[in-house]
């Protein structure tokens, strides 16, 4: 399994930018594919972006295609997420996890970290 730790959250204003950073542990972070997910005040966790272990394959949510993008670094063993023209719907506590490598939008394991919060006034 994978533990991972968030940061790079914070109060932005519409339009800005954020990057987000997930830090993991475990020397086999490179063969899985990984992804970020968000749970904005009282809504279902949801998927944001994914990113398969070569870094080469991305798939990202509508909400967000264009806006956000992830990339890994294997030998840091960290997943970035790189967020532009923000929105006030995009506030949300942001979370990442390994992701099942035939639905990129499905988390893998059940346990998460403790998120980042990511807050975009208008």
């Known amino acids: 399994q994978v533990q991972v730790v968030e940061s790079g959250g914070g109060l932005v204003q519409a339009g800005g930018s954020l990057r987000l950073s997930c830090a993991a542990s475990g020397r086999t972070f490179s063969n899985y594919a990984m992804g970020w997910f968000r749970r904005a005040p009282g809504k279902e966790r949801e998927f944001v972006a994914a990113?398969?272990?070569?870094?080469?394959?991305?798939s990202y949510a509508d909400s967000v295609k264009g806006r956000f993008t992830i990339s890994r670094d294997n030998a840091k063993n960290t997943v970035d997420l790189q967020m532009n023209s923000l929105k006030p719907e995009d506030t949300a506590v942001y979370y990442c996890?390994?992701?099942?490598?035939?639905?990129?939008?499905?988390?893998?394991?059940?346990?998460w970290g403790q998120g980042t919060q990511v807050t975009v006034s208008s």
């Open positions: 996890n390994a992701v099942n490598t035939l639905q990129l939008s499905s988390p893998l394991f059940n346990s």
């Open positions: 990113i398969r272990w070569s870094g080469r394959t991305t």
